[in-house]
């Protein structure tokens, strides 16, 4: 398109957003008009997007980062044709597509949630790495960020791993319009103040007025000629752009427009163009996937075997066999010993560094590319990245996430290290699995089990060696769990999970010696729980102690609990976990004092059954 028809295509988009959040009585018009111009450019002359064919290998990728400026992504997809009028004024009403913040569970050409501010940017870096290390296609990808989240860290994150891959097929176009929610941004209308700190980090930066679109348009092709260096286009622009009444005002942010109608006709009315968006170049599949089978480590019985290098093992015997699976590390793949995946498939391994925001959303732009990630980094620390846990979650996005040195049974180096929160964070993630193996064997198969799995998957392995307590040709179906002791006469049931599993055994031992029969169940799937498993003991005993190496709350306990609230009689439900802050200390030292080592099982059996032990 000539400037003429780009600056009415930015009128129309504005018109658009307009009409959609009045329709809504809801959303944010005032932050679509901003950008309305630089969409108008990129849809109109730079794009490369076949609407018909979203899953297309040759399509560019586009990302709005600012989520709440919705209208205007919609409005876009109106002018190309993807959407009709019609649907374009159902904007957030009830099962409509167009969500206050879109998401790809809704809509084809949507690659990620978003919303949450500073997300964009990351997983956008995860597609720009499909396609420069994987793909290796000439697909461009382009993110839509605002001013104001360019405040979070998650976005710096970003900025250095791109320069450090050197994601010249990346472009973040940066909405600098000078006002937030509550007012104005750190930095306001200083794009220098921007483009010091993109370049700083290794970027190639232009700086345009936003709304003069033959400068966008040359702004967007130098980005697309600049080599070994990703591209941040930092545009001048006023909130509310076109409308005398809102434009520049603070007050305004995700509010319709007080008089739409009058608005409408500042703005010059209603358009009806529609953009005949670039053809994407023909290219070959997505990517070839390698499949054959996949030899499993196995272990005997009676091993010593850590079930962090059970996983590592197992990740590098899955890539073996599947072309597809990609590993990320937050460089600690020495400790989680995904490092052994590294040196067997180095191309497909991605080293993050200590940063888990930007190793979460690449590995959810991965899997938007039709990658099987597996992303590792001390369960601790995956804290830190929750909110990419959550919006992954939103996504649909198919990623799986393992969190090593689990527990107090870390041992000496402390609390700060200790993951006693994980379960219950990613218990509470919607669709999510969540495993726990005790052994070698069991960790393997569960980690082969959890490519073939949608959603979120979580995996939490320990730093020590256990006992091998399966026979390699044992399976566990994911929502199952083992029964591991049984008997007519049992008088409570133990369920473990992890290294608490050997504790209970040795307890149940040490009980059974004295004449008290106790079940002992291994629930390795956590969530889902095997709830059959768990109530026939419950009916069988009357009572559940769950033993876990985490705090009480959302944990072990709870996922049991979670078994019996279908209205029928709960049982006699104890539970023993982590209740103090610890400290440093052996392994075995830090179990005894938590009260979950097989001593204190053995102690809190004994009291519930009101048996005195003679010795």
């Known amino acids: 398109m000539n400037s003429g028809e780009l600056t009415e295509l930015g009128q129309q988009l504005r018109v658009d957003s307009v009409r959609a959040a009045a329709a809504a009585g809801s959303g944010h018009p005032t932050s679509s008009m901003s950008a309305a111009d630089l969409m108008a450019v990129l849809l109109a002359n730079h794009l490369r997007y ?4 979203p899953a297309h290998p040759g399509n560019d990728r586009f990302i709005l980062s600012k989520g709440h400026a919705s209208p205007l992504l919609y409005a876009a997809f109106k002018a190309a044709g993807a959407i009709d009028d019609e649907e374009l004024l159902t904007f957030r009403e009830l099962g409509s597509r167009l969500e206050g913040h879109p998401t790809p569970r809704r809509l084809p050409w949507v690659e990620t949630a978003t919303g949450s501010l500073g997300q964009g940017l990351p997983v956008a870096v995860g597609v720009a790495l499909a396609g420069k290390r994987l793909d ?40 600098v319009n000078r006002l937030g929610q509550r007012g104005p941004t750190r930095h306001g209308h200083d794009l220098d103040a921007y483009a010091r700190r993109f370049q700083a980090f290794g970027w190639h930066t232009v700086e345009v007025d936003g709304h003069d679109v033959d400068a966008v348009d040359r702004a967007y092709g130098e980005a697309l000629s600049t080599k070994g260096q990703p591209t941040a286009v930092l545009a001048r622009t006023l909130k509310g752009k076109g409308v005398e009444a809102v434009e520049d005002r603070e007050g305004l942010h995700g509010k319709p427009l007080p008089d739409a109608d009058e608005a409408i006709a500042e703005l010059g009315g209603p358009r009806d163009l529609r953009v005949e968006v670039h053809e994407p170049p023909t290219t070959r599949m997505l ?18 075997v850590a079930t962090r290098d059970a996983y590592g093992r197992a990740l590098a015997a899955l890539g073996d066999g599947r072309g597809d699976v990609v590993a990320l590390d937050g460089e600690v ?9 590294a040196k067997e498939h180095p191309e497909r391994f991605f080293e993050c560094y200590i940063a ?12 938007s590319r039709g990658w099987v990630p597996y992303a590792s980094s001390f369960a601790a620390f995956l804290t830190r990245a929750h909110d990419f846990v959550r919006m992954a979650s939103v ?6 996430l ?12 402390g609390p700060s290290q200790m993951g006693l929160e994980d379960l219950a964070m990613f218990r509470a993630v919607h669709d999510s699995t969540v495993l726990y193996p005790c052994d070698a064997n069991q960790t393997a198969q569960l980690v082969a089990a959890m490519a073939g799995l949608d959603g979120i998957r979580y995996l939490r392995t320990s730093r020590g060696k256990s006992p091998v307590v399966y026979g390699p040709d044992e399976r566990f179906p994911v929502g199952g769990s083992k029964v591991l002791r049984s008997s007519a006469e049992d008088r409570v049931t133990l369920v473990a999970a992890g290294v608490t599993v050997p504790e209970a055994l040795a307890a149940a031992d040490a009980l059974d010696r004295d004449g008290i029969r106790v079940r002992v169940i291994d629930l390795y ?56 802050m610890p400290g440093s200390a052996s392994p075995a030292e830090q179990l005894h004092a938590a009260g979950i080592d097989a001593e204190s099982i053995a102690a809190s059996v004994t009291l519930l059954v009101e048996q005195a032990v003679v010795r």
């Open 50 to 53: 076949d609407f018909d064919r």
């Open 136 to 175: 290796r296609d000439d697909h461009r990808v382009w993110v839509l960020c605002g001013d104001s989240e360019l405040a979070e860290g998650s976005v710096w994150e970003a900025a250095e791993h791109a320069a450090h891959e050197h994601l010249d097929n990346l472009t973040a176009i940066i909405d």
């Open 287 to 304: 990517h070839a996937v390698r499949t054959g089978p996949v030899e499993l480590p196995r272990w005997e019985r009676g091993e010593e």
């Open 333 to 341: 793949s020495d400790s989680t010993r995904a490092e052994f995946f």
């Open 356 to 367: 888990e925001q930007q190793m979460v959303a690449a590995a959810v732009g991965l899997a």
């Open 395 to 400: 996504s649909g996005a198919g990623v799986n």
């Open 402 to 413: 393992v969190g090593s040195h689990a527990g107090v049974a870390i041992g000496q180096d």
């Open 525 to 580: 799937s956590v969530k889902p729980v095997d709830r059959a498993t768990l109530r026939q003991a419950a009916e069988d005993t009357g009572c559940l102690l769950t033993v876990e190496d985490h705090h009480q709350e959302g944990g072990l306990g709870d996922a049991v609990l979670d078994a019996f609230l279908d209205g029928r009689p709960v049982p006699r439900l104890v539970r023993l976990a982590v209740r103090t």
